[in-house]
């Protein structure tokens, strides 16, 4: 039981890794422009998914490596495409944080922008809001 968990550790912690960096290089390679507050938000979160996984990534690869000895002591033989995904995993992720910093260069302009149109639509709808409170108390029933 604690040799299956141990493989399903590996390769499925390796799979997920995987899958993550490659949904998140598609991610952030979406081209930003100014008013595209969908983009913008998506980019967003990925960035923040790629900083909350960012600590227990980094410490991951030297566990697995140990589970993969410990595994082969028990003669345990893993495939080979997870050899090839330790291998590349490493570099993939050290390549998606860098690209995640450059892509935050990015879009801090954007996200000024955005902060900027928010704060003049809320000081819109607060003009508008004492203006219709002004008439409503302006009504006969108020006299």
Not at 46 to 68: C, G, H, S
Not at 99 to 112: F, G
């Amino acid at each position: 039981m604690f040799k299956q968990y141990m493989i399903d550790s590996v390769i499925g912690g390796l799979a997920q890794l995987e899958q993550f960096v490659t949904e998140a290089e598609k991610n952030l390679n979406q081209t930003l422009r100014e008013g595209d507050l969908k983009t913008l938000i998506s980019v967003m979160s990925m960035l923040q998914q790629v900083k909350e996984r960012q600590v227990a990534t980094d410490n991951m690869f030297e566990p697995i490596k140990k589970y993969m000895e410990l595994l082969k002591m028990y003669d345990y033989e893993l495939p080979e495409a997870v050899f090839v995904q330790l291998e590349e995993l490493p570099q993939k992720w050290t390549n998606l944080k860098k690209q995640a910093i450059k892509v935050k260069h990015q879009v801090a302009p954007l996200q000024a922008q955005e902060v900027s149109s928010i704060r003049k639509r809320i000081a819109d709808f607060d003009a508008k809001q004492l203006a219709y409170r002004e008439d409503f108390k302006g009504f006969l029933f108020f006299e």
